[in-house]
């Protein structure tokens, strides 16, 4: 099983190189893990990229896992609703922990 990285910056100026960083993972065989368990800034232009990606796999009959999840990414994912798309769901129904909105 291989794992990728996402870093630990995923803002907006990151979305267009997190999609070439995922582009030659689209249609590797084999389960694939994520590791976000460094990511400390999320924009929702990246998890964008992270929801397509994980669908485009899904679509192909490949498996797409997470390996570690920050609390920052967990919160952004929740807040967005994006998680159940990512796989998080399950990993959120413990955490109620309220995120600011820094809108």
């Known amino acids: 099983m291989s794992a990728v990285p996402l870093g630990d910056d995923l803002g907006i100026e990151a979305a267009t190189d997190l999609k070439q960083h995922l582009a030659p993972h689209v249609a590797q065989p084999g389960p694939l893990v994520l590791d976000a368990g460094t990511v400390q800034r999320v924009h929702t232009a990246s998890l964008q990229v992270l929801c397509s990606f994980v669908r485009q796999r899904e ?36 955490n109620t922990q309220q995120v600011e909105n820094a809108a």
Not at 72 to 78: E, I, K, L, M, P
């Open 59 to 94: 679509q192909a009959g490949l498996a797409t896992d997470f390996s570690a999840v920050s609390q920052s990414f967990r919160d952004a994912a929740r807040l967005l609703g994006l998680a159940p798309q990512l796989g998080l769901a399950h990993d959120n129904e413990h």
